[in-house]
């Protein structure tokens, strides 16, 4: 079996610094045996699916498209959809990643279940598959990858490799709760792209150079089997966000911005970044707005910041995105960018909680930014009904957005009346 | 640090005297929207990286709003926030929360026996603080209660018992520790 020889060359070394028990599985899975860890799984009927049905009235999205409630799942975060679409992987801030199966294709989860029970998560916030169906989870500090994991999900004991062990994706010292919740992607060179999220508001001066090295406040690649780590992109606070331009390669990424500066500033950010190394300005500049803290340290030496293609609402919290390909959407989606804004948590008036387009111009920058799905926040209460995390697309072209505050993934579709 | 904090807190409650300088949970349910989004109006924490804060101790509510003002605990968030809140404010919020009451309750089939031993006589069995400068861990994410043990341990949060407790504790004890009070079921009520 092809899987198994695999196994060995992508685990490197030992697991260290884990949980005994979860250490004798993760050595157990590595040489494919089993464990005897049991599935929790999340009713998708009932009263709390009734309530989130509740909510699909409330959001607005253009003319011909419609909202539905995917799948009930707690604390849902960033989204892989594997490559034959029938199961789609969640991550979480807590422990847990969630299987949302659909094997009857109605577009509807039958059901959602905890993946690979077996291993002791931590933050595994960021799923991400490569083409050739490794799924890789970015946790907080460490990076696993299951091989086939679309076909090996249904059993409790995943085959599972390591490509950053425990400790080594940033020091120990630099964890924070927040500012960890990786994302990551497997890019058109084929290597892993991991985002570091710096765990200040603004970091001290005296972390700067220690940071630059280690990528953190910016996005790493890597090979798939953790070798080859390098920092791609630099000067950014927190990044929970980013994809790879099908049309040209391109990375793009949003960016959080800095609080405590007042309800209008800094604006969000969405990047674009055409070379290795570029550096977008943070901790001197956050959304073409000068830090008051940074004002006397020195800049980085000959580094040009690259300044935002689009300046999204401040605070609005702009996280997951992505590229739409091709598919059921009209065309004018076709080639741009769908990204969440998951809602201010201290602006006077609350801003955000909807899920952004901005179409791109044939030189590869934005051309414009609009709302394309709005009302998770209700306006006259100022109450988040939910609050989308990120954007994921099913084989037909359907969008999925994750909520953690509802614990929902939502679908839009594109589902004109015909005319008669 | 900590105590220094609640010496000024009570030094400006004695000084003051009057009912403006008396905690209001009133006026402090006003500051708590700024709260809401994260820890919930009751204090039931709306997304893991917020823990339960209702029915809280005050004094440990307190004294962590004046650790996250006065740069004693870092918060990338918390900092942001403490720093612009007067000590009537804090004083306030704090009683808004603490005028609710947690109760807890432990999942079938566990049993009282395999609580951790090394936090019960602070944190009770069930996750109800039985100190007034403790934080009840019931029902929070284990994500939540690993950052701060491992926080203690490395001493980016300080903490006179549990910075000594944390140095001592492996990781697997730690995620042993967080995944106890996790499991718990919290409840978070408000007598009007």
Redesign the interface.
Known sequence: MKIKTLIPGIMLGTVI??????QENMEKLSNMQRTDASFTYVDQEGERANALRDIVQHIKVPEGFEVSLYAVVP?ARSMAVAPQGTVTFVG????KVWSVVDRDRDRVADEVKDFAPSV?F??PNGPCFSPDGFLFIAE?NRVLTFPAAEFFFEGPDPAVGEVVP?GQLIP??E?????TARVCRIGPDGKLYISLGQ???VQPADKLEMYDKIGIGGIIRMNTDGSGREVYTRGIR?SVGHDFNPANGELWFTDNQV??MGDDIPPGELNRQNAAGQHFGFPWTNGGVDIPAYKDVPRPEAVEFVEPQVQMDAHAADLGMRFYKKGSFPEKYHGGIFSAQH????RTT?VGARVMFTALDEEGNAASTEVFAEGWLNQET???RGRPMDIAFLPDGSMLVSD??AGAIWRITYNPVSPQ | MRLAAITILGGLMLAGGTPAFADDPVEGQKVARMCQTCHGIDGLARMPIAPNIGGEPKEYLEAQLMAFKTGAREHEMMTVVASTLSAQQISDVAAWYASHTASASLPAGTSEDEAPSECVSCHGIDGISIALNAPNLAGEANTYIVTQLRAFRIGTRKHEIMSEIAAKLSDEQIRQFADWYSKVNLQITREE
């Open positions: 610094a884990m949980p005994v028990i979860a604390d979480t801030r807590k422990d002791s931590d933050i907080r425990q120990a010292e964890e924070s709760f927040n500012h765990p200040h508001n927190n609080d405590g809602g201010s948590w201290n609350p100022g109450e988040y953690d505050f």
